[in-house]
């Protein structure tokens, strides 16, 4: 049976599921349910400077039927006192000695940032996360992303912290920079212990049409926000895959957050690096219990692969995770059709007509399954990708699999079209009908 537990930069867990600071770490009490229920750690809701908080303080990007794909918020960080905390701290570390408390930091000078680092220390927190992420708020009083976008300034912080710290320091990084790997490096430079991201993107979800104010308002008007949740895990999924690839990165254990839900996203983060992984949203939406799942999930994954120790498969997808101009240009698939599961709905038809290659026919012969004309197809994957059918469009293998060219390798060779006549471009001879043929079958405006 797989063995879920970590030593995460010298910070052991029962699980590799942490809960990510945040509303559902601010107390104590929510925190002891949490490990009780399976949580296998908790970063505290920030620590740091007196604030004061607005309402309403939480946007939402819905799509469809479902509720918040995308979430955001413009609250700061803890305003319970701080001694409250540290004692809530204390008391859950009495608890349950086992399990994971890191206390995340937010403050402003050196002599700040070493009490707060003594006293989180004196309250047993196993570990302390730099909170240089906030994209709203704390950053307008210098603190939070107003760090996490300048590296230089995030270095000398680091190594402030470094200079007090005798607990492990993990350094959570904003993604609200063009290269995520700048702070990164800076982090490491300043001698952090490990690295957590992302926190929230800064965000507009959207405007009220009668206030003309964004969501959320606070008395008519609203401020840009922290985006979290579902719809950020791509991004921060790359994100994670940048550092865990950089040579000064690469040896620095990585907290992943952004967008867990399931056991599924969990493997999903570990494949590209990551050693433990952090949940906000999901857990704002769904509760505690949505561990269960993950715990289950994770450890039948591990059972099927033979995997003993999450150790024996973190990073596994980082090879096959390349520059594109590493890629086979031979390797070519076609969309292929199943008859007998396609429901004639024809979205894979006006799909690939309008927005890819005009390769599929509508049928003349009174059945609603469309057809792949297989000159046209360039397996751009949308027909399978539309097509609400599991499995009915697959992509099939066309090349034999003997020839393997990348585009560095033809560029090394000087064997890359140097015009657009050029017969060796990529789309020259493609079939696309002529333009008057958009107009062959027009109907008069309004009329069906
Ligand atoms: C309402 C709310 C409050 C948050 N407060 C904090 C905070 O105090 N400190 C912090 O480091 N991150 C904070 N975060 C960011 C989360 O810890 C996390 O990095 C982010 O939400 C991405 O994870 P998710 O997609 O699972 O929500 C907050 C997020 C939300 C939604
Ligand atoms: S989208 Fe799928 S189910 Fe619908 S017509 Fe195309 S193949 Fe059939
Ligand atoms: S794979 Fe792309 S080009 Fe080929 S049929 Fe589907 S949508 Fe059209």
């Known amino acids: 049976m797989a063995d879920l537990s970590i030593n995460f930069a010298g910070i052991k867990a029962p699980n590799p599921f942490w ?7 601010n107390s104590g009490y929510q925190v002891m349910k949490a490990f009780d229920a399976g949580w296998g750690g908790a970063v505290w809701k920030t620590l740091g400077v007196p604030v004061v908080n607005v309402s309403s303080r939480y946007g939402t990007m819905n799509y ?60 047993g927190a196993d570990g302390i996360e730099l909170n240089f992420g906030c994209p709203h708020g704390m950053c307008e009083r210098g603190m939070g992303s107003a760090v996490g976008q300048e590296p230089d300034v995030l270095r ?29 490096i800076a982090a490491v430079e300043g001698g952090t212990d490990a690295l957590s991201l992302v926190n929230t993107f800064k965000s507009i979800v959207g405007i009220d049409l009668d206030s003309y104010a964004p969501y959320p308002t606070v008395d008519g008007q609203g401020t840009n926000g922290g985006y979290c949740g579902p719809a950020v895990k791509p991004i921060a999924l790359n994100m994670v895959k940048e550092l865990a690839q950089h040579e000064v990165t690469m040896n620095t254990p990585i907290s992943g957050i952004g967008g867990i839900e399931t056991w599924r996203d969990v493997v999903e983060y570990i494949l590209l690096g990551a050693t433990s992984v952090q949940v906000c949203t999901s857990v704002m939406h769904y509760g505690f219990g949505i561990v269960r799942e993950m715990e289950k999930g994770l450890t039948d994954f591990m059972d099927a692969k033979g995997y003993d120790t ?16 590493d890629l086979n240009l031979k390797h070519k698939v076609i969309a292929e059709i199943d008859d007998d599961k396609c429901i004639g709905c024809q979205l894979c038809y006006i799909a690939c007509e309008d927005g890819a290659h005009q390769a599929i026919a509508l049928p003349e012969n009174g059945s609603r399954v469309p057809a792949i004309i297989e000159d046209n197809c360039v397996g751009c994957n949308l027909c399978s990708i539309v097509c609400p059918v599991e499995e009915c469009i697959t992509m099939v293998k066309r090349d034999d699999g003997t020839e393997h060219v990348t585009w560095a390798e033809r560029t090394a060779k000087g064997d890359i079209p140097d015009s657009f006549n050029d017969q060796r471009g990529g789309g020259v001879g493609h079939y696309v009908p002529k333009p008057e043929e958009a107009l062959k079958n027009r109907k008069p405006y309004g009329k069906v």
């Not at 701080?82 to 608890?95: F, G, P, Q, S, Y």
């Not at 912080?157 to 995520?180: C, D, F, G, Q, R």
């Open 310 to 325: 999450i150790y024996d498969f973190a990073g596994k997808a980082l090879p096959n995770v390349k520059e594109w101009k």
């Open 19 to 25: 809960l990510a600071s945040a509303p559902p770490t």
């Open 156 to 184: 000398t912080i680091v190594k402030w912290v470094m200079e007090a710290a005798n607990i492990p320091v993990i350094t959570k990084l904003s993604p609200n920079i063009s290269h995520i790997t700048d702070p990164g």
């Open 64 to 123: 469809r039927d479902n509720r918040m794909v995308g979430f955001n918020n413009i609250e700061l960080i803890t305003d319970r006192p701080l001694a409250d905390n540290l004692r809530e701290i204390e008391e859950v570390k009495k608890h349950f000695p086992d399990h994971a408390v890191i206390a995340s930091l937010m403050v402003e000078s050196k002599a700040e940032w070493h009490q707060i680092i003594k006293d989180c220390e004196n309250a």
